[in-house]
């Protein structure tokens, strides 16, 4: 039983009997849900219903799209806010390297690495 329902899961692996799922819930939270653990790991809150969740490689950085089609990159740890981008539609962390991000607009394709601004 969940605070809200849920909008978006994502499978995130993990040893076997210790597998894991990345939930986005209508209240704005998004939790880590392992199934050896019976309670829900908060990762972050926001005001907004969430519409799609992806975590980096290195599962330190978690780029979060809403309602609103608002992208916000947040560093797990410290709970800072890295970016966040407007007319969003999806978005995917690449699976080796920890800060290379890629995401769509409604016809474009973006590539984001470090500190760097965006390729198109």
């Known amino acids: 039983m969940l605070d809200s329902n849920i909008r978006y899961v994502k499978t995130i692996s993990g040893p076997p009997k210790r597998e894991g799922l990345l939930v986005g819930l209508k209240n704005g939270s998004v939790l880590k849900i392992f199934v050896d653990n019976g309670f829900p790991i908060p990762i972050v809150k926001q005001t907004t219903p969430i519409k799609v969740v992806d975590i ?48 769509t607009s409604k016809d474009t394709l973006f590539i984001k690495t470090r500190e760097m601004p965006p390729s198109t």
């Not at 290195?58 to 970016?83: E, G, T």
């Open 56 to 103: 980096s490689a290195d599962r330190q950085k978690i780029a979060v799209i809403d309602d609103f089609n608002s992208m916000f990159v947040y560093d797990i740890r410290s709970q800072q806010l890295l970016f966040q981008e407007t007319n969003v539609q999806s978005v995917a962390w690449n699976l080796e390297m920890e800060d290379m991000l890629a995401y």
